[in-house]
């Protein structure tokens, strides 16, 4: 309690003059951009802070002040700024801004990004066509109009995520079942109405089986609230991806999360998917060159990157070499539209949103068209027609795998 | 509490860690890939089925989910036994031979010099992999930052017995 208490009578404040030396003169500071300047121009610049006796003042109350007022930098962190940050509480700030009017006196606080314009452009009520790029670069548009009439009918992907919102009307009737998880008890607990944690799950789902953004709109998903609001544990992926494998009418795993990093703990359990005849379909992460997560990142799975709308791999799309076990390989696999992608958003309407989690539900979603033409075929036969009919976008291989993804061998 | 050499190999960093800071009776929660020696017969693989020979896809599923099972009974059930025995809770290992263990530090050190426990890790936390979308990680880090601070402040707040007027 005591800490509690603490946390909310103190304050981190940031304090420094409002005007000082260096600022007023600051035409007087030679501002020439060459590096070599620099340690020169610093100096300058702690010279003139040196002779303001406003810095001065603001110095000697700090060294006056009681107890309770405790200074976090010392001078050379803040040489350049010449701010000082200190810890202390409410009733100190109020009293410094009363005896040292010229000292600006700030509480901290979160520091946000500033939202671009487009992010209340991107939203929408309806999409058009134009919007629905993604199905376009799969070639889905161009099957469609030579009438083809695939829809991942009969097929069933769990979505491992955090959550969906069945209430969307692009997801109306889509999600035949939805789960929490406790590893505790190690059990699936169903839930009902299906529920999204976070939003992330409801624009994946979208993408698989969405009626007008969907690839296979007659795909059923499961609703697994594995990661719920975007964080869970590895014993909670160990735990989904067990009882995934057991589900008799599973055929997909759809996953957008991992650790940095190659860590081989989730291995087995990926494999062992495989083994029992699902697919893992796994997104590698939005760190861009040479940056990858497990399990995206694994041999196992089909491991996914993202495009834009001129075809080319997205610049954060996740992907490199990976060397384990004494194999080496790239990842991704393949690279599927993911960026600037529409879906649905919780509480209705849609938006677009970067990521290779946006391009992993549209290469689950072509499984999904794949497995309802060929329902026989055996897990390695469908990550080998996948595989072989990808559009080679002439990029690395460790930036596209194979290429984009494409609907042909279910067309 | 010391860790041989030998259950050093076997640990991941993050467990080496926690188990040389935890007294002998903290409850531990770690992952262990588990698997027979490396010549047993229990090592034998039964023959994959033919997804021909069923009537849709579903039944091949449930033969390919029987025959995981059966085999990793076989390989791993000594092993599991093994474990509990050590008064460790196991869950999954049904369909693969990663398990998760949970129990006292002491007896998870222990666990390690089982030949059946392969590696073991610590549990840790895995994350959504965030939409690159400048405002749609901006969105999602400050509504977390929020929850988690608001959690955390919950949790510094003492339960307070309530009083008999306020008892249902």
């Not at chain 1, 991942?152 to 992907?157: D, E, I, Q, R, S």
């Not at chain 1, 861009?288 to 791999?313: F, L, M, W």
């Not at chain 1, 600037?340 to 989690?357: L, N, R």
Request: charged share 30%.
């Amino acid at each position: 309690l005591e800490e509690w208490i603490r946390e909310i009578i103190m304050g981190i404040y940031i304090i420094r003059p409002k005007e000082t030396l260096a600022t007023r003169a600051v035409g007087l500071i030679s501002k020439q951009f060459a590096p070599e300047r620099r340690q020169e121009q610093i100096a300058e610049v702690v010279s003139l802070r040196n002779e303001d006796p406003i810095y001065d003042d603001l110095t000697r109350w700090l060294a006056e002040s009681p107890k309770d007022v405790n200074p976090l930098t010392h001078e050379p962190d803040t040489s350049v700024t010449g701010t000082k940050v200190v810890e202390m509480p409410d009733e100190e700030a109020e009293r410094m801004r009363r005896e040292m009017p010229d000292v600006l006196v700030l509480r901290d606080q979160p520091i946000e990004l500033i939202r671009p314009a487009r992010a209340t452009a991107i939203s929408k009520e309806k999409v058009t066509a134009s919007d629905l790029w993604h199905l376009k670069a799969i070639g889905l548009e161009g099957a469609r109009k030579r009438g083809f009439k695939g829809s991942g009918k009969g097929v069933t992907v769990a979505v491992l995520d955090t959550g969906i919102d069945s209430s969307h009307p692009e997801l109306d009737g889509k999600v035949d079942e939805a789960y929490t998880f406790d590893v505790t008890k190690w059990q699936a607990r169903p839930i009902s109405p299906s529920r999204d944690t976070d939003g992330h799950g409801t624009h994946v789902a979208g993408l698989i089986c969405g009626k007008k953004v969907g690839i296979a709109p007659g795909t059923k998903v499961i609703n697994a609230v594995m990661i719920p609001k975007g964080r869970g544990n590895l014993s909670d992926f160990i735990l989904a991806i067990e009882w995934a494998g057991r589900q008799e009418n599973v055929q997909i795993v759809n996953m957008s999360a991992g650790i940095p990093g190659y860590l081989p703990e989730m291995l087995t359990s990926v494999a062992n998917l495989l083994s029992v005849g699902v697919l893992p379909v796994f997104a590698t992460g939005n760190e861009g060159r040479n940056k990858t997560r497990s399990p995206g990142n694994y041999a196992e799975p089909i491991s996914i990157g993202a495009t834009n709308k001129k075809n080319r791999v997205a610049s954060f799309s996740s992907g490199g070499v990976i060397v384990a076990d004494n194999h080496r390989y790239e990842v991704p696999d393949l690279v599927a539209p993911g960026e600037g992608v529409y879906s649905s958003v919780i509480g209705g309407g849609y938006e677009a949103w970067d990521g290779t989690s946006m391009a992993t539900p549209v290469v689950s979603g072509v499984a999904a068209l794949i497995l309802e033409k060929y329902p026989k075929i055996r897990v390695t036969d469908l990550v080998e027609e996948l595989l072989t009919t990808c559009k080679d976008l002439k990029q690395n291989t460790d930036r596209q795998g194979k290429g984009l993804v494409q609907v042909k061998a279910a067309a | 509490m010391k860790i041989e050499e030998k259950q050093i190999e076997k640990a991941d960093p993050l467990l080496q860690e926690a188990l040389k800071r935890a007294n002998g009776d903290e409850i531990l929660r770690a992952i262990m890939l588990l698997g027979p020696e490396g010549d047993s017969e229990k090592n034998h693989i039964e023959q994959e089925p033919d997804p021909e020979q069923f009537a849709d896809r579903a039944a091949y599923r449930q033969a390919l989910i029987n025959s995981r099972q059966r085999q990793i009974s076989h390989q791993l059930g000594d092993i599991m036994q093994d474990l509990r025995a050590r008064s460790l809770t196991l869950f999954g290992g049904t369909i693969s031979p990663t398990v998760v263990v949970e129990g006292a530090a002491r007896e998870i050190l222990r666990s390690l010099d089982l030949p059946g426990v392969r590696h073991a890790s610590l549990d840790r936390v895995i994350q959504l992999h965030e939409p690159s979308s400048p405002e749609r990680k901006a969105d999602a880090s400050s509504k977390r930052a929020k929850i988690e601070r608001f959690e955390q402040l919950l949790s510094k707040v003492p339960d307070v017995e309530p009083e008999d007027h306020d008892r249902l």
